[in-house]
């Protein structure tokens, strides 16, 4: 038999070649992520850059797909090191399809440098790569592995130091990494880094700049004055742009006016200086021409402890709607103190933002500016939590204490996979609002806001976040000597340091909870304690301990009528029974809890279930009603959208397969496990199931009547 595509038609998305087919076919779709096209905007043309951009092209190989480069373009702020990065790689854009990648590294931030991690999981997650690695190792690694296999350019944004850089190396051919720094980095010269460094303009092109921006006759009628401009402005593209402006927006006004102002000499933004020289004069001539309600809020979003901040931050800051506050950013974007990032997305130039900042101190301790900062923080806790009662809503149970009355509506979410992608969007600056309330002194808000972020740490996974956010919550709850929010931070925080790997920690806060819940008569805080508790010995070995504490947590829970809470625990108990080789005993409580999840709705667990059933049975020679289990356990997961559960439970199924003698059955399902796990970021299983197929490389043989690997 032979199949024949003739004319000018194409194959593509799945495809099954076949037979005869008995029964039905089911391609599971995955949707495509765009492109990343990530580069900052840029003016459309550069001028007195022709020599820079010369050089740029001189440092890749006239070869695609040679030897990667490493280019790092360095200056001093304000001198266009980022646009002249971004407008070269714009122009690479065919010889690197893959994809166009952007990180600010936030060298020169207040708030410090940012952490490699975080770059790596933007790149990641830009790929379709979530949950990220919880470790900057294993992040480096899987982004060096997925660099390999693309042609990708990278910028790489006010980088402090080399080591901050290296991690986000590719190491690979076909790709190009454009690094921006203030310093010369000339430690990344051992990777193999040529340098550019970038000099401040010509008086000849600063005088074009401007021209082009306030008009040539203007320019060429009062010549002297524009020479003035120039000379004040230093050769920094940002200065020249400012000072043109500020000097479009009054056309009635000489220029001889800006340059008086210009040349009295008085401080400019001192804090950074180039040359000799400080924009704090252009800067405050810009925000001089702001109307009031842009003016104030300009110094507040100064103020914001993130760098990037959407429209609806702008909007709850100025207590207006959402159009109100892109009229009022539409101002600071004419006089070039604000850039656009992306859709409802804006950011400060550096030395901006310290102007900004500069101006919000000075009504730092005035009332309206107070109640705005209280604002913005009530706002992120009631849109979070708002996402937690979507998402888990038997975990929204404590109070939340707001100290201002909403101006702009909290989020609203319409489901489970939107309010999930709204706290991966904003779980960056979620972080910083949590440190941020400690500088305002609002320890309500921290804790709180901790406990709402909950479903970001059970579902997205952000290991180092999770614990994080839960000591500065529990310093916030023990300060305001709040006892549910301690009780809270030490439960959800033991889990997080369990999964963080930092078992013995974890127990000691498990064992503070159940202390102090004993000491309060909490009976159903002490069986969350125990249940902490139980899986910390479980993930141990300690099977006798963890089964000891599981059987006092349905005692606790049956007593106060909790009947999820009972079956969660029997489905645990199972689980135990599933590791210590007790397959046949665990029939039973797994069986009882799948029952009691059943009847109040709980598909996500009662997948889970089905899962440990289907595992159990097969492991007493059950095939049938084993692969019956595990069949209904996918269905559930995959309409859930829980990826991690799907990849373990292919994984019971490989192991069930081996159970029956199926070898190339199992393989292929240890395949698909391997590959949702990958989807996932999940590194240390799919290594797991990688070493399992490697077996089957070698032609190693499967024990009879044993799964090969850990049953659970």
Known sequence: MRNTLTGGGGVGGSVVQAGTI??????????????????????????????????????????????????????????????LAAQWLRGLAGRFPDGQLYADLRGYAPGGPADPAEALGAFLRAFGISPVPRSLAEGAALWRSLAAERRIAVLLDNASTAAQVRPLLPGSDGTVVVVTSRRRLTGLGIDGAVFRPLAPLATEASTEILAERVGGARVAGESAAAAVVVDACAGLPLAICLAAAR??????????????????????????????????????????????????????????????????????????????????????????????????????????RLHAQARGAEARGTAPTGAALDRIVDWYLASTTAAEAVVSPSHRTLARDYLTRPVHPAREFADTTRALEWLDEERDRLADVLRWCEELGRPVAAWQLADAMWPMFLRLRPARLWVEAHRIGLRAARAVGDRSGELRMLTSGGNGLRNAGEGEEAADWFAAALALAREWNQPLVQANALYGLSQTHRMAGRLEEAAECLHRVVELREAQGHLRGSALARLAYGEVLLSADRAAEAVEPVERAGRELSSIGDDYEVARAMAFLGLAHGLLGAYERAEACLESALTGFRAGLSVHWEARTLEFAGQVEELRGRPEAARARFEQSRARYQDVGATAEAARLADRLAAYDLATPVPEGRPGGPSV
């Open 22 to 83: 008995h029964g039905g076919v089911h391609l599971v779709a995955r949707p495509q992520l765009p492109t990343p096209r990530q580069l900052p905007p840029c003016p459309r043309r550069l001028i007195g850059r022709d020599a820079d951009l010369a050089a740029l092209d001189r440092s890749l190989s006239e070869e695609v797909g040679a030897a990667d480069a490493t280019v790092v373009v360095t200056g001093p702020a304000g001198v266009g090191k980022t646009a």
């Open 247 to 352: 000097i479009a927006a009054r056309p009635a006004q000489s220029l001889a006016a800006t340059a008086e102002m210009l040349g009295r000499g008085t401080d400019r933004l001192a804090v950074l200086n180039v040359e000799g020289e400080t924009v704090r004069d252009l800067l405050d001539a810009s925000y001089g021409v702001l109307e009031p309600e842009a003016a104030r809020l300009y110094g507040l979003l100064g103020l914001l402890p993130f760098a990037e901040f959407t429209l609806e931050n702008a909007a709850v800051l100025a207590g207006t709607d959402l159009s109100g506050a892109d009229r009022l950013l539409d101002g600071l974007i004419d006089v070039h103190l604000l850039e656009e990032k992306g859709p409802e997305l804006f950011r400060f130039h550096d030395l901006v």
